[in-house]
T-cell receptor
Framework: AQRVTQPEKLLSVFKGAPVELKCNYS??????LFWYVQYSRQRLQLLLR??SRESIKGFTADLNKGETSFHLKKPFAQEEDSAMYYC????????????FGQGTELSVKP | GAGVSQTPSNKVTEKGKYVELRCDPI?????LYWYRQSLGQGPEFLIY????????DSGLPNDRFFAVRPEGSVSTLKIQRTERGDSAVYLC???????????FGEGSWLTVV
């Protein structure tokens, strides 16, 4: 079965502290993994995808196929990073259909 | 338009009534997706269109839910005999082609009372 698990519903850190949002997945083939972000009162938007291997707003994520994980990391959190973060996967030949995790709310305190 | 547009933004309806939710994708996008998001959950896939045809409707929960995209642009999600459990945010998204970056609308908040 295809599944994405985000074990933390809420993660609270202080400004300047490192952040790691956890994501584990279950998929029998070679999925593509994504992180989406939803800022307060805004629409869901793509943050990054593993195939592009780029850093967006200081965030990075590495796909670990052995551990079936795609954790999102940032070395120094900023208050403007406070948002809901969703990990998602897309399987091959599925037309880009996304399977989402339950989301983690990140709260960065001043 | 500049982004995916959904109407209405909010809809309150009585149990048993029929509801239509509309999605206007980004111009030129051939793939269109519908998701449902309940409180405290991530978006849940319902159906996706490639052009006018439903390429994958495996996420539709039952036969009360139906979606169309007759001209390959605007799509309508139709819910018959609404139930309180249908209350959720219904998200529409589109991409240039299936597999490209998916852009979401702001959603339609449906409340069934």
């Amino acid at each position: 079965a295809q599944r994405v698990t985000q074990p933390e519903k809420l993660l609270s850190v202080f400004k300047g502290a490192p952040v790691e949002l956890k994501c584990n997945y279950s998929y029998s083939g070679s999925p593509e993994l994504f992180w989406y972000v939803q800022y307060s009162r805004q629409r869901l938007q793509l943050l990054l995808r593993h195939i592009s291997r780029e850093s967006i707003k200081g965030f990075t994520a590495d796909l670990n196929k052995g551990e079936t994980s795609f954790h999102l990391k940032k070395p120094f959190a900023q208050e403007e990073d406070s948002a809901m973060y969703y990990c998602a996967l897309s399987g091959g030949n599925q037309g880009g259909k996304l399977i989402f995790g339950q989301g983690t709310e990140l709260s960065v305190k001043p | 338009g500049a982004g995916v547009s959904q109407t209405p933004s909010n809809k309150v309806t009585e149990k048993g009534k029929y509801v239509e939710l509309r999605c206007d994708p980004i111009s030129g996008h051939t793939a269109l997706y519908w998701y449902r998001q309940s409180l405290g959950q991530g978006p849940e896939f319902l159906i996706y269109f490639q052009g006018t045809g439903a390429a994958d409707d495996s996420g539709l929960p039952n036969d009360r839910f139906f979606a169309v995209r007759p001209e390959g642009s605007v799509s309508t999600l139709k819910i018959q005999r609404t139930e309180r459990g249908d209350s959720a945010v219904y998200l529409c998204a589109s991409s240039f082609q299936a597999g490209n970056t998916i852009y979401f609308g702001e959603g339609s908040w449906l409340t069934v009372v």
